[in-house]
């Protein structure tokens, strides 16, 4: 049975139409992206099977779909320009804000954008004195074993966009967000290079399978 042969009422895409987005489970949502089925699943049992190999929408928002079995170029595309619709909304809604308060404001923003990321990747959101975020910029990229960072081009960077305070975040490919001590000691290099040009690091995410870490909340920053 296909999802035409269901009761309208039931189809997602109607369901949509009729009752609107929120209305829908995230596999319904899914669904109405992928568009159809293929071998023998539905597009609706596509979408659960994407939610259940990550695990969480979330978990989905910062994956790579290359790796999924199943999904053609076509789906492949629409979804993947759907999740990065989202990481933009995500980065909009940041930069909005009045201020960052905690490491919570950015984290699902950092997760977002460096979670997926085969590789290691050094990234910065600059702020303003009253903690507003003027840009987000990834500064190096690295391979599975980490990425080389120099002070010297993070402190420029942060006076091109002219910032009173920094986030430093960075993604360990393993899934692990434990800081290593080589974070630890480029986390000291940074806050002291920057201190001397009168820039704050207030915290150093580390982005994983899970929840960023926060340094700062470690007392490590």
């Not at 909005?96 to 490491?103: C, K």
């Not at 899934?175 to 974070?183: K, N, R, Y």
Request: charged share 25%.
């Amino acid at each position: 049975m296909t999802i035409r042969d269901w009761p309208e009422e039931e189809r997602p895409r109607e369901k949509l139409l009729a009752r609107g987005a929120a209305a829908l489970t995230p596999a319904e949502l899914l669904a109405i992206l992928l568009g159809s089925g293929m071998r023998g699943r539905t597009a609706l049992d596509m979408g659960r099977d994407l939610l259940g190999g990550a695990g969480s929408l979330n978990a989905l928002l910062a994956s790579d779909l290359a790796d999924v079995p199943g999904l053609g170029p076509a789906k492949r595309a629409r979804l993947a320009a759907a999740l990065e619709l989202a990481r933009r909304c995500l980065g909009e809604e940041l930069s909005t804000r009045t201020a960052l308060v905690s490491p919570r404001d950015s984290a699902s923003f950092l997760k977002a954008q460096l979670a997926h990321k085969p590789y290691e990747v050094f990234a910065c959101l600059f702020l303003d004195n009253r903690h507003r975020v003027l840009a987000f910029e990834e500064l190096f990229r690295g391979t599975l074993d980490g990425a080389s960072v120099h002070p010297r081009e993070v402190v420029r960077a942060s006076l091109k966009h002219n910032a009173a305070a920094v986030i430093l975040a960075h993604n360990h490919p393993s899934g692990i967000a434990e800081p290593s001590a080589a974070d630890r000691n480029i986390t000291r290099q940074l806050r002291d290079a920057l201190q001397l040009v009168g820039v704050r690091v207030l915290d150093h995410l580390v982005v994983g399978a899970g929840e960023p870490t926060s340094m700062a909340a470690r007392g490590l920053v």
